[in-house]
T-cell receptor
Framework: AQSVTQLDSQVPVFEEAPVELRCNYS??????LFWYVQYPNQGLQLLLK??????LVESINGFEAEFNKSQTSFHLRKPSVHISDTAEYFC????????????FGAGTRLAVHP | NAGVTQTPKFQVLKTGQSMTLQCAQD?????MYWYRQDPGMGLRLIYY???????DKGEVPNGYNVSRLNKREFSLRLESAAPSQTSVYFC?????????????????FGAGSRLTVL
């Protein structure tokens, strides 16, 4: 069975600073990887995903994540954060051919301060 | 575009009472899911339905039952509510695509149902 570990429960950062949110996964088979974002009092929405191909994937709002198979990681990065990026971020994994069952990490709360 | 609709949005129950959370999607998705969200624990999968007519247990199925009524609807039932089931519940759906296109393996979530069991 697959599992996800998000190494930081909270990450405080100042506006315009870079940020990295860490995610490691465990699986005995090939995986798909995702980052979802949850803004206050809302449901989750997809930020970016890795299914195949290039290991570096990007979102439309400046986030990127790199799939590292040898380190079983999928860390999320942004070179310069904005106040509006304040949210909770969830890493998720599903196994290829595994009935589309997504397993989520515990989440990382990103707090951007002015 | 309604997407995934959950009802009710809020509910307070007493220990031992029963209730059903309703979920419907209008995107013709094959797979549907119920998650619960608790502080510090992220989202945990309760049950899922890979396709109409099938249901399977997720990570935390105890105390819950589900029904995939048709392709659109997937309900979650608490037969005898307990305080440990106080949580925010999210329904989600996903298409099953033959190729890894832009919509492949992407969950669409409902707005959530906040349940308190006293």
């Amino acid at each position: 069975a697959q599992s996800v570990t998000q190494l930081d429960s909270q990450v405080p950062v100042f506006e315009e600073a870079p940020v990295e949110l860490r995610c490691n996964y465990s699986s005995s088979v090939s995986v798909y990887l995702f980052w979802y974002v949850q803004y206050p009092n809302q449901g989750l929405q997809l930020l970016l995903k890795y299914l195949s191909g290039s290991t570096l994937v990007e979102s439309i709002n400046g986030f990127e994540a790199e799939f590292n198979k040898s380190q079983t990681s999928f860390h999320l990065r942004k070179p310069s954060v904005h106040i509006s990026d304040t949210a909770e971020y969830f890493c998720a994994v599903s196994e290829v051919g595994g009935y589309n069952k997504l397993i989520f990490g515990a989440g990382t709360r990103l707090a951007v301060h002015p | 575009n309604a997407g995934v609709t959950q009802t009710p949005k809020f509910q307070v129950l007493k220990t031992g009472q029963s209730m059903t959370l309703q979920c419907a999607q209008d995107m013709n998705h094959n797979s549907m899911y119920w998650y619960r969200q608790d502080p510090g624990m992220g989202l945990r999968l309760i049950y899922y339905s890979a396709s109409e007519g099938t249901t399977d247990k997720g990570e935390v199925p105890n105390g819950y039952n589900v029904s995939r009524l048709n392709k659109r609807e997937f309900s979650l039932r608490l037969e005898s509510a307990a305080p440990s089931q106080t949580s925010v519940y999210f329904c989600a759906s996903m298409p099953v695509l033959l190729s890894l296109g832009s919509g492949a393996n992407v969950l669409t979530f409902g707005a959530g149902s906040r349940l308190t069991v006293l």
